[in-house]
C-alpha cells in the first residue's frame, strides 16, 4: 500500500505531501492544474528517466519520497534480501536530483541502481497510463491470470517442485554420460596396463629384496670364502682367536688376589670370548645359508628386468608406487562399471518423474483450458460495460515442451472493432483499451492474485455516462481488496472514491504553484456536482452529485 508521496521542487511543485488512503482514492481537478505531474513525480521513484528540466527551481535539488506498507508483501521482502537491503514493514524510496542532471535513488536510505530501482517498483506499483504498453501483453501475466482463475495455484507448486528434480536429475546423468564417454575412450588403454602389472603380480619392496639378493648371488662365492677364513681364525686355525682368549682369562684370573682392578678386567675378557664365539657361530650359520644358484640368479634377473621396464613405462621409482599405480587402474576401471550402474538408476529415476511432470502438466492444462470459456465471457461482458462493446478477447491455449509452468503458452488475444481478426494485445490495443482491459481483468482476479498498488491515469478518456459508472463500479470492487489511485474526469468514477484528493494551482509569491487537499464530504458533492454542470453546478447537479455520492 503507497501510504505517502512527498515532493519538492518538481515541475510546478514547490511542496507538497499527500497521505493516501487504503481501498479507492480518486484525484480530480481542473485540466493542467497538475494532477499528471503528481503521477510523474512518482514515476521517478518507480525508476523513470530524469533529468534537471523538471525542476522548479534550478539552483536547488528536486526530491521525490514515497513510503510503502508492505507487511504482506513476500516478493519484495525477498527482493530486499537478495540486494542486502533493510527490510521493514515501512519501505521508504527516494529519488534526488541534481540542479547538473544527476539523479540518485535510496531504499531505505540505501543507494540502489535504476535497475535495483525498476524491479523493486514493479512489485509495489502497477501504473496505467492512457499510451501505456502494459504489462498485459506479457505472456507471464496472462498465465498467472489464467492459473489464478484455474486455481491452478497447488498444483503448480507440486509440478514446480517435482519439475526442478527433474532438471536436476537430467543434470546429473548427463554429467555421468560426458564422464562415462570420456572414461570409455581411455578404458582399453587403462585395462591393458591393469592387466600387466596384475600379471607382474609384484609384492611390496620387492623389486629392491629382489635386488638386494642379487647383489648376494652375484658376490656368493666371495662372501663365502671370507665368512669361512674369519671363521676359520676364530674357532679352528693352530692358535684360534677364541682359544687365545679362553687362556688368556685363566692368566687374569690368576692374579685377581694380587690386584681389585684385575678381577672386572677378567670379567670383560671373558665376555669378550663369548661374543666372539657368538659371532663365529652366525657366521657359519650365514656362510651355510649362502648358496650360488645361476637359475635364481637368471630368474631374478628376468623379473626385475620386466619390473624395471614398468617403472620406466610409469615414471615411478619403488615397487610401492607400482602398486599405488595398479590401485588406480583398479579404480577407475571399477568407477566405469559404477558409473554405468549409477547411469541406469538416473534414467530409471528421469523416466519417473518426467511421468510426474507430465500428469501435472495434464492436469494444469486441462484447468487452464476449462477456464478459458467462463474467463472470456465474463471480461467480454465487462467491456460491453466499460464502453467497449465491439471489443473482443480470446484466448490461445497452445501445447509446447514441458517448461516451469506445466507444457502450454499461453496468449491472449484481441479484437477491438468485431472484425473476427484477433491478434496479440501487444500488437492490436492502444493504451486506452488496455488500461480498461487490464481493469476488467484485474478485477476477476483481484482476490486470487498479490497485485500490487494499482493506478490509472485517465482511463477513462472517450467514454462517459453508464460506461464511466460502470468502469467506477468496477474500480470499487477492486479496491476492497486492493488500493487503487484514479486520475479521472469523469464523475460517475469520482463518485465511487473512499478518499477524494482535489488537485488546484494557486499563486504564491508571484509564482503558480500545485497543491492538492483531501475533500471532505460536502466539498466532494461540490466538486462532482461542477464536474456535472460546470464551475458554477445547479441545484440540479448538486442533488444528482449526492445521489451519486451515496450509491
Known sequence: MLQKIHIQNYAIIEELAVDFSPGLNIITGETGAGKSILIGALSLTLGERADSTALLNKEKKCVVETIFKTIKNKAVKQFLSAN??????????????????????????????????????????????????????DTDFQREVLDALASNGELLQQYSTVFHQYIAVRKELEALQSEQSIANKELDYNRFLFDELAEADF?????????????????????KQQLSSIYFELKESEQPIIQQLRSLNVKLHSMEQYHYEIASLAQRLQSTQIELNDIADELERIDDSVQYSSERIQWINDRTLNGYKLLKKHTVNSTSELLLIKDKLQQKLNNILNISESIQQKEKQLR???????????????NRQNTIKPFTEKVNLLLKQVGMPNAKIKVQLSTVALNEYGNNIIEFLFDANKSNRFEPLRKVASGGELSRLMLCIKSLVAKKLQLPVLIFDEIDTGISGEAARQVGIIMKGLSSSHQVLS????????????????????????KIVTSIRLLNNDERITAIAKMLSGEKPTAAALQNAREMVSN
Open 352 to 366: 519417473e518423474l518426467l511421468k510426474q511432470c507430465e500428469q501435472l502438466a495434464e492436469t494444469i492444462s486441462s
Open 84 to 137: 542486502d537491503l533493510d527490510s521493514e514493514d515501512e519501505l521508504v524510496i527516494r529519488r534526488e536530483i541534481a540542479p547538473n542532471g544527476k539523479s540518485r535513488a535510496f531504499v531505505n536510505d540505501t543507494p540502489v541502481n535504476l535497475n535495483q530501482l525498476r524491479e523493486l517498483s514493479s512489485l509495489l506499483v502497477d501504473l496505467h497510463q492512457q499510451f501505456d504498453t502494459l504489462e498485459l501483453g
Open 487 to 510: 486520475i479521472t474526469h469523469q464523475p460517475q468514477i469520482a463518485a465511487k472514491a473512499d478518499a477524494h484528493y482535489f488537485v488546484y494551482k494557486g499563486i504564491e509569491d508571484d
Open 203 to 223: 609384492k611390496e619392496n620387492e623389486l629392491e629384496e629382489l635386488d638386494a639378493e642379487l647383489k648376494l648371488l652375484s658376490n656368493s662365492e666371495n662372501i
